[in-house]
């Protein structure tokens, strides 16, 4: 900052000569601050001075090797007061006069906004991996707790049976052992009734005893429990756009090598322009050109900027407007002109999309919410087509082998005949 040596009302009653980019006498396309037209007519109603416009058609601040600045004029006398956006740096402070910082913001990166993607893992999103593996492990204890128990119970009698009569040697038969045995389809009905009760589709009890019927009971209510809250939350992920952006912070600019970085052009990967606030005239412009929302802002900000107004070394009138400016922020008024010069549509403000673009028009699922529905309806056809080509596999031996029985068991019946015939 500047030395100030001037008192609170030295501008009272003075002319000034004030430069500002984007008054309407200059040149179309120069660069400056929108509000910087506002700023000074309170500063001139606050501190009751005048004020002309000095004409320039520079857009830099310092002077090049062989031409002029926006400095310049302060250098040359020609100005008294610079209504730009210069960044404090010791250099600066070295030569002007800078006043108290009047906005802050930071930089920014302008990247195209992401096509909508197909939302395959919709699917698996309503539970975490260790929900997920957790109801695996469970599916699988379950299943092998309801066979054991099957296989031991079917040893042990039913309600009492033969506990009051004497035993007998036809209970020690390989009839009557064999006969209450579990047999492999009423092993996989253990299976059908797991599965069925997570799949909401339910299904008997495959036994009557009361321990089976206490485990499948706990079963049961777990899997209502798991049901209810998958279902729940399945409808909001099934049904919530996928805008994948192309960036969210600088350091993905290091990690992915296809993003190409492009400076005050047009839009290649993504546009880096000097603020967020330039940014957002980006994007109105756009949007007003196209009427669609084409660009957006990445989530992450970096890198802070603070901007000042400058005026000639040593000003008597850097104090005031300083103290001008602080009661101008004071009132938030500043960040409030924000709606005024730069009024965004409420459909593209810069954010990233979220939810439907059109939340007035019901609009119907496409099959980009239901990817992951499809995925694994063809993921389940594979493994039974897979299970079924297995057991064919698997059968070819059997069927050869009772082939072979039965041409045997038909030549049979023919070499008796001929020996009878033989035999007359």
């Given amino acids: 900052m500047g030395v100030f040596s001037s008192t609170p009302d030295s501008l009272n009653g003075q002319h000034i000569r004030v430069i500002w ?64 956006d210069v960044l404090l740096t010791l250099e600066r ?31 698996v999103k309503p539970f975490q991996w260790p929900i997920w593996l957790g109801l695996g492990v469970s599916i699988i204890c379950v299943i092998a707790v309801l066979n054991l128990m099957q296989r031991l119970l079917s040893y042990l009698p039913e309600n009492g049976e033969n506990q009051s ?73 099934v049904v919530t756009p996928i805008h994948q952006p192309l960036i969210n912070s600088v350091y993905d600019i290091i990690e992915n090598k296809d993003v190409n970085v492009f400076i005050r052009g047009g839009v290649m990967d993504f546009l880096f322009s000097k603020a967020k606030n330039y940014q957002k005239d980006a994007i109105r412009g756009d949007y007003k050109k196209t009427g669609k929302c084409n660009l957006q802002i990445a989530k992450e900000l970096f890198k802070e900027i603070v901007s000042s107004f400058a005026l000639q070394k040593n000003s008597p009138y850097t104090k005031s407007i300083s103290q ?73 031996p059997n069927r050869q082998r009772s082939r072979t029985n039965r041409n045997k068991l038909q030549q049979v019946p023919t070499n008796a005949n001929s020996d009878v015939i033989e035999n007359e």
């Avoid at 913001?105 to 893992?121: K, R, S």
């Avoid at 299904?203 to 209502?224: D, E, H, I, N, Q």
């Avoid at 005024?340 to 919410?369: A, E």
């Fill in 93 to 123: 402070n070295n030569v002007i006069d800078l006043t108290v910082p009047w906005a802050y913001d930071y930089f920014a990166f302008l990247i195209p906004v992401a096509e909508e993607t197909a939302n395959i893992d919709s699917v």
């Fill in 165 to 237: 009569r004497p035993n007998s040697p036809s209970d020690n038969s390989p009839t009557e052992m064999t006969k209450n045995r579990v047999t492999k389809g009423e092993t996989g009905e253990q299976y059908l009734y797991v599965f069925g009760n997570l799949l909401s589709q339910g299904g008997s009890c495959p036994s009557k005893r009361l321990p089976y019927r206490l485990v499948a009971g706990v079963w049961t209510l777990a899997a209502f429990f798991f049901v209810q809250a998958y279902t729940s939350t399945l409808f909001t992920y």
């Fill in 324 to 396: 001008g400016i602080l009661e101008l922020q004071q009132t938030g008024i500043i960040e409030y002109w924000d709606l005024w010069f730069r009024p965004m549509p409420p459909q593209c403000n810069g954010k990233p999309p979220i939810g439907n673009k059109t939340p007035n028009k019901n609009s119907s699922l496409s099959l980009k919410n239901l990817t992951g529905a499809f995925i694994v309806i063809g993921v389940g056809l594979g493994l039974s087509f897979l299970a079924f080509l297995g057991e064919n596999i698997v059968a070819i």
């Fill in 21 to 84: 980019s984007r008054w309407s006498g200059n040149p179309a396309g120069l660069s400056g601050p929108l509000k910087g037209g506002l700023i000074l007519e309170y500063l001139a109603t606050r501190w009751n001075f005048t004020y002309e416009m000095v004409r320039v058609t520079e857009n830099r601040l310092e002077p090049p090797a062989n031409g002029r600045g926006l400095f310049s004029y302060l250098f040359d006398n020609q100005s008294d007061f610079l209504i730009h």
